[in-house]
């Protein structure tokens, strides 16, 4: 038997692809270890372990990261109100830095010069990974079957795949594949690819595994309260339970039950990808939905305007771009990363939230931090205002915009007559 | 009887307050014409017209701005997916321009050199009713009694104006005045002050007067759908009626029906200020709930990754804000604005939306614009793509990450260590 | 004689404005203590000290804050590239958080209830300085004469200020006012006012004060270099006097030394106060021209990429509004500043410039960041990189541009047509 | 003969490295025309012209661009500040899309299904010729030798090159090359490559080719002024000539030769390329850089501040990268430059300038649009200015200060305390 060509890596998941991606890879004269993580998906990695010494591995190895992709990936996220194109919440992409870290921690602990990965040529996870990879171990080298000639062009279609797995005695458990493919984490599910493809076909209801429909959710809403600190929640409160949940992975957890029931954090998105193509994704975040409602509340309520602002324009806006094109061991999500605690020292106080079939409804909220002030507010009392001074404000505001006017005026230019904008679209 | 100190037009409601401050302006020596804008709000106008004429108006004016309104205001801030601090869909900021535009030109015409209002001396349409005024005359002068010490003493409290009212025998129609006070249009109603300044007061169920109640909404779902062309709505479908809906104030109007009906559009946020203070508010936005939604969808299909990036971070959050702090008529809103036709050449098409309970579904969408590629983003066929293409790709994207992590390494700096960053907080 | 209506500390230069506020004060009846700051102007303190107590103060401070304007404000400046309006290097703005933070202090340990200057009404200095105070101390009162009608009534005009220095007996030493006014600090001095207000006036030859003009700078180069540690200059090293400078105060002030001598730092622009009003204003920053110089290349050899892209567009240009405005001791610039550590952590490093006749010219830089590779970055050999891989990657970039034109062309909108863009003024 | 794989349209210079792809082209079966773009450069079009022909291009291509390149590109960077990374110009990145532009429509008229390029395979040229390509003609098919293994290796290092030469008969007229490589236009020349890759080297006296040295620059300072209309230079008045030039192309040029003389536009960079690497450069950018002082000082007199602080932000900033990463024919380029003409709808107005060995020094401007108003600016007289309207405004910008000061007292979290912040490097 000839020399072997090195210790690769495997990113591992019990299917039909990574498995053949062992087989194929010990066929190229690789010795395999098969890599699992727990990012909190539904899988029997007993089964995987077994699957994966079965078909050649040498070394199996399973990593539990619920707790770190929690604490260091989910909830900065959750501070940083994080969001890519306006509607989806980043699961996937929360969960590939934990993964990618624990693979070159074992990577460099059992002397791997390779990984591997079972990601197509065309996603975006293949980037999130490899990057990520690049980051942590600059000199780590990647194998990826799918951007392989002739390892595409040998499996092109899933038949051949089938095929190769008798060959090589692969247990094929899967008697029917869906019609879409997921991903899984404690954070949301993903769907994509199949008949998903037409962006104008409706996501069957079958398709759904999170989350109830909201027509299928309970009749009667339910109340609960999150408290945050410094931006995160360490506490939530179920009246219907009489309990409180404090540990970081448990708080989310609740969260996600709470959601699941009530037929919340459902999302149906084209989105860009990062190398450029449009894609169409469905996706179910309960948890997250929640906390992102209940998060950008306590805000409106204890977080000065302008550092908002900037956060929104600047730190949120950039952070989710970093989050979903895999940047997160760059130097720009380290400079990023940096201004989240002083962003949040103030966000503390307490957010009361109903739930009812899809909605996340704020019913109240309170702070001790004392940026809102009643009294200030108040339009029925002056509670220390001058309301003179908003008239020297204006005034004062007013400068320049005069200026503009005076000037328009005299070219002739002023603004009074009317405009239908709407008519530029003829 | 003395001179007259000039003429104003007053910015009338047919309310206690502005009523007053006509009788107060007519008293310091004032002639006033009295102004109205129809922007959509239920009001009986005619009573309104008798009021101002009995308490001693000299003219009363009477102003259509409806479909102004929604074309030159809210289709752009809808195009440009308009929203202020993640919540506000702004609708009492969008109808400012136009009325403080209409007394503009009616102050020209009738030859007023003064403008009045009854704006209080804290909120935000003080100042975003002056700016505009400023913007487009700026030699116009602005009488504010809600500011001038010597009527808000002499007002302070309703007692005071009741007693004025009876004084200048001004029909008090009122019974019982809510505990909150509203702002409304045909984009929405706000609701503020009284029982609502305590933030963690939930608003009574009898408040909200446009929308029904998510609970009480229709236990069965409605399918409807929206064409767009560049950018703006000019399409809706409701096959429930059989109807097609296209004149640009029908098509919101109808909107307003469908969401109304099925608990769509309800806000509740403690917001910034122009001015600095937080402000709780309750508003209703119905259409606007569902365009919003269905107009972003449209972009996922249609728009250019980088324009929908820039257009996300510069042209929408700037927008809103000027918008929010009444800065329509300024040098920035011109120069903002020139942009949005070039980022809404290509979003054509349609969206299939399912309205249930409080929640806008997107369905499925269409267009022909052909930036989505269903072949291209296929995971099941390469449609045209080379998967090498994707290693010289990451290769290059890896290689400023790869120095970066190789210095990190050189220098002990390295960051495969998990680091539990809720753990901050402590 | 009556109570006193409090203790007042005034902000005290010595001049006659602040002599007859002192006096003014006095005669309203307050208690005053005078205030001054050694922030590196030139300045006869004692002659000053001695004034202060002839007209009336009760007590004198003089606190040396050179040392902490330099490491807390003008270095962090350096580390942020700041500049406003892409021309300002925010001298004056830079001194105030540091005058204001002293005054405070000394309000608080002398139970100052009031504090008072003798900034105009129309400048950036009186809300720089009072936002500050509000910044640092909430219930401080502020007395601003140059605000109060009964003040600035009575000394409109400066013969009238003298008047009263004449019945105060307040020595009044300058016999001949300049025709603009000047601030200096250690960093800086601004002129403005007077003669200058015509933006078309250039400014006289003699004005300029702390630098030679260029044609009148040595005709001989000297060459220098400076040394970088996270940013900080940490180290200058002039070769003509074999010495090196590494103490923060000494870098700073040497560098001033050496612009000073060749013709460096002179700006003249015409800028936009906080108010909103244009201003012109001429200035001599000749330390902070070099650094400015200095830094920006070095973090051209060691700071990544995409931090620089950053870190320009938000974290230097909002500083440099925070700065500029005043608003120092604010929540935003608590979270902005926050991230300049991260943004400096690889910015180590040597710059060689040469220094001549208004010129700073970056001869070389060196660094053992790594983050360059001269191999890399070469012409002429690979160096490890593959150039197949660029193909990839212009290919994967092309897919969205690509989609573009198709959509173009199919469109009758395709760019090839030549179209003279300067023509649209016409 | 063997059929013709096709024909190819090759971007030819004259040099060696163009010759030889001409050469190698043919060889491999392709039918070659050869395409210059005259935009300014020092060059014998005739010679290469030739040359071309000899070598074996079937048709020769010489098009005149300079005027659409000063009037489609470089103006409109003008009129934006375009600059990359605070220091390039841009002049190599504002030339290639009039190139890529002419290549496509010759490509379009001469059915020309591939084109050709000299570019290597790390820099930035490649990527902006060929996104420009897919921009415009997206089913163009481009050869790229130096990316080609075949082509690479073949031609490893320039002997290779010139004994392929010799067999084909190319004539080699370069005696001896410049240890660096360069191109040029009538923007500017840039330096880069050879013993300029070590960034600690100075570049040699004798590399410098467009401007003299200021050391050898006239001792006398030239006054000249530029007039702008809608932020384009339409006048440049040189009193020494007693001259003045209108036309956009003579404008340019003349303010060249006049920086050229006076020792104006030399720069030093070690810059980001597109695809991660750090490089440096040299360029002299002469007239662009007296423009870009020009330009930005008359926008500090016209241009409202609010415009001026977005466009920088986003605008310039944008529209940089996209110059500089080949990015013109593209959305979002047709999106940033929509937003140019609002910018500089009032930037009308005159520059005087003095021109002083490397300096280019702001002597005063002037213009009718009214937004700098003297008496309002004035020190000396209220000019309708009332000085209480600022405590105003201060006061309502020191609400949400003093709410945020006061809770930091609360929290013992205040900030009076100095702190060394320069400690932070320790």
């Not at 990965?117 to 490899?130: A, I």
């Not at 609960?224 to 708080?251: C, H, M, N, Q």
């Amino acid at each position: 038997m000839s020399e072997s060509k090195g210790r690769v890596l495997l990113a591992y998941s019990g299917g039909l692809d990574t498995s053949c991606i062992l087989a194929w890879l010990i066929e190229q004269g690789y010795e395999v270890y098969a890599f699992m993580a727990d990012v909190g998906q539904e899988e029997d990695f007993e089964a995987a372990r077994k699957k994966a010494l079965a078909v050649g591995a040498k070394k199996f190895f399973l990593e539990d990261f619920k707790r770190e992709f929690v604490t260091e990936l989910i909830y900065p996220a959750v501070q940083a109100n994080c969001i890519y194109e306006g509607v989806y919440l980043l699961g996937t992409s929360l969960a590939r830095p934990v993964i990618a870290r624990g693979m070159m921690a074992v990577a460099d602990r059992e002397g791997c010069d390779f990984v591997s990965h079972g990601c197509t040529g065309k996603g975006n996870d293949q980037v999130r990974f490899e990057l990520a990879f690049y980051g942590l171990k600059p000199d780590i080298k990647v194998i990826a079957p799918w951007r392989i000639p002739e390892f595409y062009n040998r499996f092109a279609g899933r038949q051949a795949l089938l095929q190769f797995a008798a060959e090589k005695s692969i247990p094929v458990t899967q008697t029917q594949a869906k019609p879409w493919s997921t991903d899984e984490n404690l954070f949301h599910i993903s769907y994509e690819a199949g008949i998903l493809e037409d962006p104008n076909t409706t996501p069957p209801a079958d398709m759904w595994k999170l989350t109830v429909a909201p027509e299928d959710a309970p009749t009667t809403p339910e109340r609960i309260s999150i408290e945050f600190e410094r931006g995160l929640p360490v506490k939530v409160t179920v009246p219907a339970e009489g309990k409180d949940y404090t540990d970081p992975v448990d708080v989310f957890l609740k969260l996600n039950a709470l959601a699941r029931k009530h037929g919340i954090g459902r999302i149906d998105i084209v989105e860009n990808r990062f190398i450029g193509v449009k894609s169409r994704g469905c996706y179910e975040s309960p948890a997250a939905t929640i906390l992102r409602v209940a998060h950008m509340d306590i805000e409106g309520l204890t977080l000065d305007r302008n550092v908002r602002a900037l956060r929104d324009q600047f730190l949120t806006f950039e952070l989710s771009k970093i989050l979903y094109n895999g940047h997160w061991f760059t130097p720009e999500r380290e400079f990023i990363v940096s201004a989240i605690p002083a962003s949040q020292r103030t966000v503390n106080g307490i957010v009361r939230l109903k739930l009812y079939k899809g909605n996340v409804v704020v019913e109240g909220r309170a702070s001790d931090e004392g940026l809102y002030d009643e009294k200030q507010s108040s339009m029925d009392e002056l509670g220390g205002f001058e309301p003179t001074d908003t008239t020297g404000f204006i005034s004062i505001e007013s400068i320049r915009i005069k200026k503009w006017a005076q000037a328009n005026i005299r070219k002739g230019q002023a603004g009074i007559e009317p405009k239908d904008v709407y008519g530029t679209r003829v």
